[in-house]
């Protein structure tokens, strides 16, 4: 099917994580093929793999040293062609993260750069000179912390690193660079992949006059943990030669049958602006990855607001909604505190699905997961390294998938490299039957596909009071209680309960929603809330 990704729902797999065959307490691609059948049964259309390319890790694989191989660390070429194809045969998409903004220090290119200023790849990274007084060329400061400038003794010269000092950004305005990462990306096209995340889609190009970025109005109190979100990143990412490069990308993909880009937005201040504009049309990305709602709001305005933003900006574009990733507090501890735990968990999904767009689940969500407490002692993540305690980094999201409730969980016979805590075992695949969120991801995926219009239809929002999210996709009404107290809706027509509904009693024209309550509808026209 030419189209797959609109409207799929496509599920991220953190490979370290998923599962672990070898017994080094890492998860690799022998143990993804192994659990696939889960994700199958799940009713998702595609995978997501976080980066398996060769790496030295300091950035757990976003730090790339190698684009056309497999690290030993999770398998070889070989076993990701076995992979490739039984997740073929099961009837999912295989999607790989590609990290091209930058690359690894240890990258051969990277060597080769930093070692003159007259070498074949001296201008395939970001050099420049300093000021007179030995400071960086401008305000520019890295996403982990500090500058984004690192100086080099060598040549005597900052490279810019809008990440780890690790990771030095690529020099998108040298032809040459853009022309050999995609001759990267055609190996794995070529190799039967089914499209690629773009990992940070907006940092590609930097403004060739090194301005400095201005003070983001939002932001004017220095934050607790990183001032990064102080700037308006108007120079450092975000810029406009990015459109040109990301139509050579869709160029490319073209050429192979059925392939499909979704593209991470990662940006505060304009991120509806820039989904918008890289999915316009049909010769940039397909789709969008959304950063919205992964953060701590969880209001009926807040999530009207941002999909309203979006198709009012690109309206046959296609974003993709998610909750939870590898780099964010899960969401059923993020949101904590607006319902139980379970309850809660069923709800996200119920909503996602009601969604109009593309959707993506990240491991363990399915399973209501919830953040892992991690000690200092036990941290691997630079982040949490740099701002503990403040901000523990993002191991707590990452840690082992559980399968059952044995030793190890399932997931390795050896020691993981994450801890497995008893609260995250307590959510386990094995265990989780009827009435679970397990059973209730299934249901509701299924209720999706079986759905026209929640796939196809467009959305109209009702005008209801928080805590109350309603919205009309075609002739099912989709209805949210965004908290752990009930409320009273009263529909307008005649109308029905259908699907997988939660906390949810339809008497006449009346709607009870329990806490977290979720209800779909069909045949009502419009709803009232009871104050």
């Not at 490739?84 to 990277?110: E, T, Y």
């Not at 941002?306 to 501890?333: L, M, Q, T």
């Amino acid at each position: 099917m030419q189209d797959w990704w609109r409207n799929s729902v496509t599920y991220q797999i953190y490979p370290r994580s998923f599962q672990d065959s070898s017994g080094n307490g890492i998860g690799d691609i022998a143990g993804i093929t192994a659990r696939l059948d889960h994700v199958a049964a799940l009713g998702v259309d595609a995978i997501w793999l976080s980066p398996v390319f060769p790496s030295p890790m300091a950035d757990m694989g976003y730090d790339v040293s190698n684009y056309t191989d497999i690290d030993p660390l999770f398998g070889t070429l070989a076993e990701f062609d076995v992979m490739l194809a039984r997740a073929h045969a099961l009837g999912l998409k295989v999607i790989v993260d590609q990290v091209i903004s930058h690359s690894s220090d240890q990258h051969p290119f990277f060597i080769e750069s930093r070692s003159s200023r007259d070498n074949p790849r001296a201008d395939w990274y970001v050099w420049v000179d300093p000021n007179p007084d030995g400071s960086p060329p401008n305000n520019w400061v890295s996403v982990f912390g500090g500058s984004a400038w690192e100086w080099d003794a060598c040549r005597r010269q900052y490279y810019l690193h809008n990440f780890l000092t690790s990771q030095p950004d690529f020099n998108f305005h040298n032809p040459d660079v853009q022309d050999w990462l995609l001759s990267t990306m055609r190996f794995w096209l070529e190799r039967g992949v089914d499209g690629f995340r773009l990992d940070t889609v907006n940092f590609y190009f930097h403004d060739q006059k090194l301005r400095s970025n201005p003070p983001d109005p939002r932001n004017t109190v220095a934050p607790k943990v990183n001032p990064y979100d102080m700037q308006d990143h108007l120079y450092s990412k975000n810029r406009p030669e990015n459109l040109a490069f990301l139509e050579r990308l869709r160029s490319l993909t073209d050429e192979f049958e059925g392939r499909a880009m979704v593209g991470e937005v990662g940006e505060s201040r304009r991120a509806g602006e820039i989904m918008a504009a890289y999915t316009a049309g049909t010769s940039r990305l397909h789709m969008a990855y959304s950063f919205d709602m992964l953060g701590p709001e969880f209001t009926a305005e807040h999530f009207r607001q941002k999909i309203e933003a979006f198709y009012a900006a690109a309206p046959n574009g296609c974003p993709c909604w998610s909750f939870s990733n590898h780099d964010v507090i899960r969401h059923v501890s993020r949101w904590e505190e607006f319902g139980e735990a379970d309850v809660l968990a069923k709800q996200a999904v119920a909503m996602l699905v009601g969604f109009q767009g593309s959707l993506c689940i990240y491991q363990g969500e399915e399973l209501g997961q919830t953040e892992t407490d991690i000690l200092y002692s036990e941290l691997t993540d630079p982040p949490g390294f740099k701002f503990w305690p403040d901000y523990k980094g993002r191991d707590g999201c990452r840690t082992p998938m559980v399968w059952d409730d044995s030793a190890q969980a399932g997931f390795t016979v050896g020691v993981p490299w994450l801890p497995i805590k008893p609260a995250q075992k307590a959510r386990n695949v094995a265990d989780q039957g009827e009435g679970s969120v397990l059973a209730a991801y299934r249901a509701a995926l299924a209720f999706r596909r079986d759905t026209p219009a929640l796939r196809e239809a467009g959305t109209v929002f009702l005008d209801l009071p928080e805590p109350v999210l309603g919205f009309l996709r075609a002739d099912v009404m989709c209805v949210y209680n965004l908290s752990p107290k009930a409320v009273t809706v009263t529909l307008t027509g005649q109308g029905v309960l259908i699907g997988p509904c939660q906390n949810a009693v339809l008497v006449g024209a009346v709607l009870a929603l329990g806490p977290n309550g979720a209800a779909f509808v069909r045949g009502a026209t419009g709803a009232v809330v009871a104050v």
